[in-house]
C-alpha cells in the first residue's frame, strides 16, 4: 500500500499535501477520510480511515484492558484520534496540538508503512535513521530471525 519517504512543508495554516501518489487511492477506497494520532513524542500515526476501524477495535478490544500502562495506551493512542478529510487540493489539516506534542516544524517526513503512514519532524527523522544505519547487521539478523 504505502512505502517511501517523502519530504514535505508544513504550510503556516498546519496543512499537510499528501502526495500524489496516493491521493488516488485515499480518495477512492477511503472516501477522502484519514485518521492522525499519536503513539509516541517521536512522530504521529497516519490512518486511512478504513485501517483505522480495525486498528481502533482492536485497541479498544485488548484483553489486558485493565492494566494501567494498557488504559494508558489506550488513552493516548484513541484520546488523540482525530479524523480529517482531505481537501480537493489533496491537504490534510493537522490540529495544533498534535503538531505540538511530537514537535513538528516546518520541514516535515512523511514516511510509508503499509497500511499507515509515520508523520516525523525532518531532524527527528534524520536522528532516527542515522539509528537504524547504525546497527550492526547482526543486530538486524537477530530481530529478524523470527519473521
Request: charged share 20%.
Amino acid at each position: 500500500m504505502f512505502s517511501g519517504v517523502t519530504h514535505l512543508n508544513l504550510d503556516p495554516k498546519n496543512r499537510i499535501a499528501i502526495p500524489a501518489r496516493y491521493r488516488e487511492m485515499l480518495h477512492i477506497e477511503h472516501a477522502n477520510h484519514i485518521t492522525i494520532t499519536l503513539e509516541s513524542p517521536q512522530c504521529l500515526l497516519i490512518y486511512p480511515e478504513k485501517t483505522w476501524l480495525m486498528i481502533r477495535e482492536k485497541i479498544q478490544n485488548l484483553t489486558t484492558a485493565a492494566h494501567p500502562l494498557v488504559k494508558s495506551y489506550q488513552r493516548l493512542v484513541l484520546g488523540y484520534a482525530e479524523t480529517v478529510e482531505m481537501d480537493k487540493a489533496g491537504r490534510i489539516l493537522l490540529s495544533a496540538s498534535l503538531k505540538k506534542l511530537v514537535q513538528l516544524d516546518k520541514d516535515i517526513v512523511l514516511v510509508g508503512l503499509g497500511n499507515r503512514f509515520e508523520l516525523w519532524d525532518q531532524t527527528k527523522w534524520n536522528e532516527e535513521t542515522q539509528k537504524a544505519l547504525a546497527m550492526s547487521q547482526n543486530e538486524i539478523a537477530g530481530l529478524l530471525s523470527g519473521v
